[in-house]
């Protein structure tokens, strides 16, 4: 896999989320508080690094992933230039090593 640099911020409360045991975790805040961009960062580095998993992306007020979560995971992508690992659909995206 091609290594490019992109720099995300990670808001503390996220990270400590995503780092914590629990099995569901809750992001909570206002506009702009970067919980797609932290979150759809952090869940594509877990994509690429942990072959066959499922992750599951929701948001409290989206009708439909590919108008919401989906497009944030999609641009992510583009930033970190990973469209050749990443198989996107209406609904879903697929990494090549298995993850959806």
């Avoid at 914590?20 to 869940?43: P, T």
């Avoid at 919401?68 to 992508?77: A, E, N, P, R, T």
């Amino acid at each position: 896999m091609k290594n490019k640099e992109v720099n995300f911020y990670i808001t503390p409360k996220l990270l400590k989320g995503w780092l914590s045991s629990e099995r569901f975790v809750v992001a909570h805040g206002g506009r702009g508080s970067a919980k797609s961009m932290g979150a759809g960062a952090l869940c594509i580095m877990f994509a690429t690094q942990n072959p066959n998993s499922r992750i599951l992306c929701v948001r409290g007020t989206q009708n439909k992933i590919s108008e919401s979560s989906l497009q944030v995971l999609k641009d992510i992508i583009d930033m970190m230039d990973l469209s050749n690992y990443f198989i996107s659909t209406e609904h879903t995206l697929k990494c090549v090593n298995g993850t959806e």
